[in-house]
């Protein structure tokens, strides 16, 4: 399973990215994915994540109202629309696939900036 995560880069704060997650070898829409990030110094943290059953979403409470997960089957991608983006949410986005209840495959992120 192979995982590539894009669409970072530098944004001012208020601003929007969208991060695209393409996933060959795993089939989207039968296994939970997501993403999490991690800023330097800190430890990696849960951002938000989909479900392959009913498509549920979930979210950390520090992106909730501003970030959205989706997926496209037909492109096997997951995305993350990031909006009203904050300086602390400066950290390298990793997209992930779950098999049950363990996170199993990682790509290996795209860095997110967002200048004040």
């Known amino acids: 399973v192979q995982l590539q995560a894009s669409g970072g880069g530098l944004v001012q704060a208020g601003g929007s990215l969208r991060l695209s997650c393409v996933v060959s070898g795993r089939t989207v829409s039968s296994a939970g994915t997501g993403w999490f990030r991690q800023a330097p110094g800190k430890e990696r943290e849960f951002v938000a994540r989909?479900?392959?059953?009913?498509?549920?979403?979930y979210y950390a409470d520090s992106v909730k109202g501003r970030f959205t997960i989706s997926r496209d089957n037909a492109k096997n991608t997951v995305y993350l629309q990031m909006n009203s983006l904050k300086p602390e949410d400066t950290a390298v986005y990793i997209c992930?696939?779950?098999?049950?209840?363990?996170?199993?495959?990682w790509g290996q992120g795209t860095q997110v900036t967002v200048s004040s």
């Open positions: 989909i479900s392959w059953i009913g498509s549920s979403t």
């Open positions: 992930a696939v779950r098999s049950g209840s363990s996170w199993d495959h």
